[in-house]
């Protein structure tokens, strides 16, 4: 596998992050950089996408940062495994549809090793699930950003977060639904087990992104997604 993948422990600032995802991202453009899977957590804080509506975000107690990847608000901290997913989409069809659909497989195939019947949901965003309650809830969120055809950020699911702390925002401006971690669900599961799946299901996912089926073709050459 001629991709890098790397786990780091600890506490990474977003700040830090995203500096190092813009510049691998250039890097990996010109070929002079391998395609990476980053798998971090990050200290408590609210990021809003490029669809971020200031009246969604209900709290200020931790720092907002404007991410410029797709979508609304949402929450990281730690006991969220966070992935950043860099990948030259220049040599793997150019499917950007695609991609978004393969990574949201991703995390539920990774999901389905704790038993976990995670599944999209039609016209919202993210990973869902049924609480022990019945109740539908987001365990995962999605969020990209691809400039000529190399991605950035990816995904966050949670693990065994605070869920209090999402009451600062209105996660990806759903305010119907609540969210949920493996916690939550009586499942004890550590970051390490979790990366392990995912690991274990990246083959799948690469060739899901490399064999794009014509319902998710997308023609058009972002600059910026």
Known sequence: MNINWEVTNGL??????VSRMELLQAD?????????VWLLEHPPLYTGGTSADPAELLSQQFPVFNSGRGGRYTYHGPGQRVGYV????????KDV?????????WVIDALAQ?????????????IWCDTLS?????IGAIGVRIRR?????GFAVNIAPDLSHFAGIVPCGIADYPVTSLADLGIK?????????????FPKFLNTVANAPDAFCDSQSPEEI
Not at 12 to 17: D, G, K, R, W
Not at 149 to 153: G, I, P, R
């Open 134 to 138: 019945g109740k539908e809830a987001k």
């Open 12 to 17: 990474t600032s977003y700040a830090e992050a």
């Open 189 to 201: 599961a550590s970051l390490s087990d979790f990366d392990d799946a995912l690991y274990s299901t």
């Open 97 to 105: 549809r695609c991609f978004v659909h393969a990574l949201e497989g």
């Open 149 to 153: 055809w190399v991605t950035m950020h």
């Open 28 to 36: 990996i453009r010109e070929k002079s950089a391998r395609e990476l």
């Open 86 to 93: 860099m990948l030259d989409l220049a040599t793997r069809g």
């Open 114 to 126: 704790f038993d976990v019947p995670a599944r999209r949901a039609e016209g919202r965003i993210g």
